[in-house]
């Protein structure tokens, strides 16, 4: 998703651009869908009063047959799909998105299951006892995964500026969800990821921007910068770093013609700095990478799919989503939000209409008003209001949450 540094660069970063072609989408039954029109568009991820840029939207899919299982999320309503031309949008059946809104699939014991119909999802299958009224996960590690600044210095030294980096919140948010994977299913290797990394224009097929990013140059090549799973460069010990900047730069699922799951390139040219995560890319990193990169299985349907921000039964299939994940199985939800509704984003009337992503960790449908927890990976670098410090974690009453995803920036959620 998207946001940038407080201050005047912030009105003129454009953190997310969902980048659309026409699709052609397999529905029910085998039928193609309607070939998508193009129309002008304000950047999917842009502050309010950005420059409009060009995108294509696909027609509506025609309404799914109703589902024999009670859905409890609203999965089923897909009003559009996005698809980016290099980085195509898996495909999820109609079926399994079923079983998904019932909420039958489920972790058991470190394993992914669909749980038999009728089965109660609101009871743990491995202890038998019913889903708690409030929960939060441990975030003693995943509290300290915090973005790299636009400038500064690598593990290595190596003096950076690079715009980009402001991009990230997307990546961050999926790095903040798959820590908590690692520990129950053995990967990804978010803790251990470590290397140089480079802006990967090469594999979209176009030239370095310029001006462009400052990086470490050896011998007339570029390095990019250097990152592992720990690191004091921004004065604390900052986490997962290395893993974010993979994921930013280096995944490349199945079928896919360029790396990262961040979008660097429109229209056969560079975008400096780059757009954020997109919805689809998402979904499709977080289910490729809780995988164990199974290509032989059908990976796009291993966990998570999205609510779309238009789901009139939003507020409540937020809370069912989020008592699922993080009440029964033990992993975060992914808001795509607005900051002007986050707490730490609070600025008065200079609070940014912004397209943000946090990792909603923790529940409580106790407290009045109900709550959510979630972590901040936009550490004080990037946001220095009052309301948001390097680790912290924050608490939002749940219906300002709600307000966040459907806000002018908001896209929905991934659980």
């Given at each position: ?169 997307g990546n961050g948010a999926m790095t903040v969800t798959l820590w908590y994977w690692q520990q129950l299913v053995g990967h990804p290797n978010v803790t251990g990821t470590k290397g140089y990394f480079l802006d ?216």
């Amino acid at each position: 998703m998207s946001r940038g540094p407080v201050g005047p660069v912030a009105a003129t970063a454009v953190a997310l651009l969902i980048v659309v072609a026409v699709v052609v989408e397999v529905v029910s039954g085998g039928s193609p869908a309607p070939a998508s029109t193009t129309s002008p568009g304000v950047a999917a991820g842009s502050p309010a009063g950005s420059p409009s840029a060009k995108s294509t939207v696909s027609t509506p899919s025609p309404a799914p047959t109703a589902s024999p299982m009670p859905q409890l999320v609203n999965v089923l309503l897909r009003p559009e799909e996005w698809f980016d031309q290099h980085r195509p949008t898996p495909v999820q059946s109609d079926g399994w998105l079923a079983e998904k809104g019932a909420g039958l699939v489920a972790l058991v014991g470190g394993q992914f299951t669909v749980l038999p119909a009728g089965s109660d999802p609101f009871v743990n299958p491995s202890t038998g006892l019913r889903v708690p009224e409030k929960t939060l996960l441990d975030v003693s590690w995943t509290r300290w995964i915090i973005e790299v600044p636009g400038s500064g210095y690598d593990e290595m030294g190596n003096y950076f500026s690079n715009r980009s980096y402001w991009q990230f919140c997307g990546n961050g948010a999926m790095t903040v969800t798959l820590w908590y994977w690692q520990q129950l299913v053995g990967h990804p290797n978010v803790t251990g990821t470590k290397g140089y990394f480079l802006d990967p224009y090469a594999s979209e097929g176009v030239a370095w921007p310029s001006p462009g990013p400052q990086i470490a140059v050896l011998n007339g090549t570029r390095m990019g910068t250097y990152w592992s799973g720990s690191d004091t460069v921004s004065g604390f010990e900052a986490h997962g770093r290395g893993f974010e900047f993979y994921l930013a730069m280096k995944a490349q699922p199945p079928t896919w013609t360029a790396t990262g799951y961040s979008l660097w390139a429109l229209d056969g040219k560079p975008l400096y700095p780059s757009f954020g995560t997109p919805p689809a890319n998402t979904i499709a990193g977080l289910n490729w990478e809780i995988s164990g990169y199974n290509a032989a299985a059908n990976w796009a349907e291993t966990y998570y799919a999205k609510v779309d921000k238009t789901d009139p039964t939003l507020a409540s299939d937020l809370a069912t989503a989020v008592a699922l994940n993080v009440g029964r199985d033990g992993v975060p939800v992914i808001a795509m939000a607005d900051t002007f509704n986050l707490p730490n984003w609070q600025n008065g009337s200079a609070t940014p209409h912004t397209r943000h992503s946090v990792s909603i960790v923790g529940y409580d449908n106790a407290a009045n008003p109900p709550t959510f927890t979630y972590t901040e990976t936009c550490g004080r670098a990037c946001n220095k209001r009052g309301g948001n410090k390097d680790g912290d974690i924050h608490v939002i009453p749940q219906a300002d949450m709600v307000k966040a995803i459907q806000n002018t920036s908001g896209l929905g959620f991934a659980w």
